[in-house]
């Protein structure tokens, strides 16, 4: 569905992706691991149209749209839970799934909110609060609720564990494979390493801008290198 071929990207001077490849094939959960620095939000910028490579291209649907702009990009079915989660503090929980449909022109936007509002009950509970006053855990899903709103084929999720506790990181997990199961794509990007291996089949390892392993996540959460560097054992 989805494939990067030979990516460089630059800040100025900075080469912050080496000829990165990745693949993401139609239904599969594909993740990138790797530590601070290592390229992850990098190649998430670069996917999305927020960054432009130098050389290399990024192939959506068999269509080459490296040079496509991101509202281009979320039109041809990505979205992008980004790091962070840049929930709009000062609009109510509504406001923000409206945003995600900003670009839709069918009539199925009001019934769509209700659907994720289904699978989101919280976000009903609280469609009127300010999305700022949410909790980290509640933010996040708004965020991915929101990326859903644009329907996207492939949903790219950055770092979505990142700062919530351990019990909410399992309920964002059971989502994103829920999501996934009922036939979205997705490219996680994760420095938690264990659950990025556990809900993907394949996966990447990135280096300081470069791939250094990839392969079946069932294989690679035996390899000792990754255990020692990743999993902490
Ligand atoms: P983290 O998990 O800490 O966000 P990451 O793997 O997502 O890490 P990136 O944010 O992609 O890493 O950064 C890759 C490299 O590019 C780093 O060396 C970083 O310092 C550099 N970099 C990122 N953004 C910029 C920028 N705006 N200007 C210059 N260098 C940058």
Known sequence: MLSIKNVNT???????????????????????????????TTTMKTITGMLKPKSGNVTFLDEDVTFLEPH????KG????PEGREILGGMSVLENLEMGA???????????????????????????????????GQQQMLAIARALMSKPKLLLLD????????????????????????????????????????VAHTAYVLETGKVVKSGLTSEMINDSSIKEAYLGH
């Open 78 to 81: 990505i979205a992008l839970v």
């Open 72 to 75: 281009q990009l979320v039109e």
């Open 159 to 198: 770092e979505p564990s990142m700062g919530l506790a351990p019990l909410v990181v399992q309920d964002i997990f059971r989502i994103i494979r829920e999501i996934n199961k009922e036939g979205t794509t997705v490219l996680l990007v994760e420095q938690n390493a264990r659950q990025a291996l556990k």
């Open 10 to 40: 630059y800040y100025g001077n900075i080469q912050a992706l080496k000829d990165v490849s990745i693949k993401v094939p139609e239904g599969e959960i594909v993740s990138i691991l790797g530590s601070n620095g290592a390229g992850k």
């Open 102 to 136: 900003f670009h839709r022109k069918d009539k199925e936007v009001k019934n769509d909110i209700e659907k994720v509002m289904d699978r989101f009950p919280i976000l009903r509970e609280r469609k009127n609060q300010l999305g700022g006053t949410l909790s980290g």
